[in-house]
């Protein structure tokens, strides 16, 4: 795909300064970048880089004063960071602007297929099966009996979805996640044994969601499992059974969130977060990573730090006093020492 610089510009609603039939069919970094690239300076760190650059062409702001000539085609617009992001949205668009049925597919005769839908090949689609106008199935995806998927769905390959579960509009799946396969349920019996729990659940994801490679959300034991609107899950991440993740909130790969937890809205969970479960955490909560909450966080808005976690700023002071610890330790040793040497003298 190959976009001239004025072209560009009439997409951004910018000015050109230089040559405007110029192409490019790339992106690069300002510092990276070769002839037949778009790039883009935002950060005042890198303009050393816009008069030394090879691409083609550097969307720059309005209000970017040039301290040297320039080699490449600018193209001025008021927020370089924002326009950039929106050239970032049509490519990608364009990219994986897909349509059409693959074979060999299976798609089940029971199954309802929307308008201007893509599936490719490989995939398999069962009975009752509903996929929405404008979604895209990538190939080895697999859907299982009476999943219902809403409009603007892109599933990438190797998405497996169960029985029963419920997808809403522009819900973005990554490589690899499975969606409702049973939660961890077994009851102990009297020889030391497990007896499995049926799980007949499903999982519920809302629209506006999006959902990272490898991650797993498991189906409730009954009722359902369920992600609330506009939430996003990075990778590698494991949903229990029966939890609730509420609207905006976003959490980070590794974490683990046990069993018929409720995260509120707007939290934010770092990395490698566990938490464990028939707890809440209060809406806004925002957890380091490597924390761990064993406990119900009921104050909004918060901080929180460390395994047990505990307020931030107390996690703080916490290892501030950690730190000195040698220091304190030596401070013992030499008055134990002048202790001793007190006793021998008298």
Not at 39 to 48: I, R
Not at 182 to 193: H, S
Not at 259 to 276: F, L, R
Not at 312 to 331: A, G
């Amino acid at each position: 795909m190959q976009f001239t610089a004025q072209k560009i510009a009439q997409m951004l609603n910018g000015t050109v300064e230089g040559d405007p039939s110029v192409q490019v069919n790339q992106l690069g970094k300002i510092e990276e970048a070769e002839a037949g690239s778009l790039s883009f300076l935002a950060n005042p760190k890198y303009e050393q880089y816009l008069y030394t650059t090879g691409a083609s062409i550097v969307i720059i702001n309005n209000d970017q004063v040039l301290a040297e000539p320039v080699k490449s085609t600018l193209i001025r617009v008021d927020n370089a960071y924002m326009a950039i992001t929106a050239l970032l949205d049509v490519y990608n668009k364009l990219k994986l602007d897909k349509t059409g049925i693959e074979q060999p597919s299976f798609i089940h005769p029971t199954a309802t297929i929307g308008e201007n839908v893509y599936i490719g090949a490989f995939a398999y689609i069962g009975p009752n099966v509903k996929v929405g106008n404008n979604s895209k199935i990538y190939p080895q995806t697999y859907i299982a009996d009476d999943v219902q998927l809403g409009e603007n769905v892109t599933l990438f390959a190797g998405v497996r979805i169960y029985f029963d579960c419920k997808i809403g509009n522009n819900v973005i799946i990554h490589s690899g996640t499975i969606i409702g396969a049973d939660g961890f349920g077994f009851a102990p019996a009297g020889d030391g044994t497990y007896s499995k729990i049926p799980q007949i659940g499903n999982v519920v994801i809302e629209d506006d969601v999006e959902i990272g490679s490898n991650t797993t959300i498991d189906r409730a034991t009954m009722g359902s499992t369920i992600i609330r609107k506009g939430v996003k899950l990075d990778n590698l991440i494991q949903v229990a059974h029966n939890v609730e993740i509420m609207s905006n909130t976003v959490v980070a790969a590794q974490t683990g969130i046990s069993g018929s937890t409720k995260v509120g809205e707007n939290c934010i969970i770092g990395g490698q977060v566990g938490i464990v479960g028939h707890i809440s955490v209060a809406k806004g909560s925002q957890v380091q990573a490597q924390s761990g909450i064993s406990r119900t966080l009921s104050e909004e808005n918060k901080k929180w730090m460390g395994s047990p976690a505990q307020p931030y700023t107390n996690h703080m002071r916490s290892q501030i006093v950690i730190n000195r610890l040698p220091d304190l330790e030596k401070k013992i040793n030499e008055l134990e020492k002048i202790i001793t040497e007190l006793k021998n003298g008298h």
